[in-house]
């Protein structure tokens, strides 16, 4: 992977919006923890949102919590990085393979402010803040009916399977 300045990322087309099979193709993840059914608008280089739509079918709200279900947290933070990952995915026009991922690297200022239900169409948003030398660092921003429910400054890196 290549630094990419500012300039650079405007040449690189958008692709918009961006379909559950496109998401599949650009993220090894697989049911029950694909977080991202759709990208509803990418800048690459620049920004993503993306959206999961919850429903009562979901794993984890069976024990998370009965009676109450709600989706935890590092589940919000997991969409969020996996929607990072696409659009670093998109941006350097790369497929998972057996070579090529990205990982969390760092997550600082975490916020959760308001419990996400089932029914809830969770947004997805990340801007990124700088990509250099295989790291990318991003601010990131989940949302339900337009009200902020999750953020976070996070840090993904390209990495190797081995």
Known sequence: MTE???????????????????VMRRLPHRYPFLLVDRVLDVQPGKSIVALKNL????????????????????????????????LAFITENVYPDEVTQFYFAGIDDVRFRKPVRPGDQLILKANVQRIMRGIWK???V??????????????????TKK
């Open 4 to 22: 990419i300045n500012a300039q650079e990322a405007t040449t690189i087309p958008a692709l918009n919006p961006v379909d559950i099979m496109e």
């Open 55 to 86: 429903t009562i079918n979901e794993q984890f709200f069976q024990g998370h919590f009965p009676g109450n279900p709600v989706m935890p947290g590092v589940l919000m933070l997991e969409a969020l990085a996996q929607a990072a990952g696409l």
């Open 138 to 140: 991003y601010q990131t």
């Open 142 to 159: 989940a949302e339900v009916d337009g009200m902020e429910v999750c953020s976070c400054s996070m840090m993904i890196s390209v990495g």
